[in-house]
Every structure is written in structure tokens, then in C-alpha cells.
Nanobody, 117 residues
Framework: QVRLVESGGGLVQAGGSLRLSCAAS????????MGWYRQAPGKQRELVAA???????NYAQSVKGRFTISGDNAKTTVYLQMNALKPEDTAVYYC???????????WGQGTQVTVSS
């Protein structure tokens, strides 16, 4: 079992920045890639950014150039640096980690990000 705990959400004005963190613990042997998703009220959950163990990154078009995902070498923590935030970035942000050994997909509890105009 893998536990993911997010932190760093909050309320910020448009144009501001926030940094989200996600700490993984437990049976992380099968965790290589990690990512951030978000879900706004009335909308489907969407991928925001992902990073592989090799350091390759993938971003949603809407956040390219503003958000940066990174992870530590121990693969236990992943970060999402969010700059130039917009009101449309308001959502609950979830950390995600697929387990390539068991096929399970783990989610954190979510952290609220609210951007005021």
C-alpha cells in the first residue's frame, strides 16, 4: 500500500504563486512516475503535470510555461511549482502515483487551490 499526502494549497491572488508538495510513503517499490491532477467544481478530473523517474515531464497545455513539476531523487516527494496563477486554476489538486508492479493507482486526499481575481 502507498500513502500520498499533499500540502501547500491555499488562497492566492491572480498572478501569485503556490508550491504543492506530495510525500509518498509505504510500499513505493513499484512507483516510478508521479503526477498532479486537478478537479474543478462541475468538471472532470484532468492531468496537470507528470514526471517520470528519468526526469521526463508532461504538462497540460493550459499550464505550460507557468507550472513546473519536479521530484526528489529518492522518488518519495513530488512538487508542483505554480506561477502566474489564474482564477481558472482554481480546483482541488490531487497527487497520483501508478504502481507498475501491482497495477494499482494511488491518489492523495487532495489540496484546495483557490485563485481570486
Amino acid at each position: 500500500q502507498v500513502r500520498l499526502v499533499e500540502s501547500g494549497g491555499g488562497l492566492v491572488q491572480a498572478g501569485g504563486s503556490l508550491r504543492l508538495s506530495c510525500a509518498a510513503s509505504g510500499s513505493i517499490f513499484g512507483i516510478n512516475d508521479m503526477g498532479w491532477y486537478r478537479q474543478a467544481p462541475g468538471k472532470q478530473r484532468e492531468l496537470v503535470a507528470a514526471v517520470t523517474s528519468g526526469g521526463s515531464t508532461n504538462y497540460a497545455q493550459s499550464v505550460k510555461g507557468r507550472f513546473t513539476i519536479s521530484g526528489d531523487n529518492a522518488k518519495t516527494t513530488v512538487y508542483l511549482q505554480m506561477n502566474a496563477l489564474k482564477p481558472e486554476d482554481t480546483a482541488v489538486y490531487y497527487c497520483n502515483a501508478p504502481d507498475f508492479i501491482t497495477g494499482a493507482r494511488y491518489w492523495g486526499q487532495g489540496t484546495q487551490v483557490t485563485v481570486s481575481s
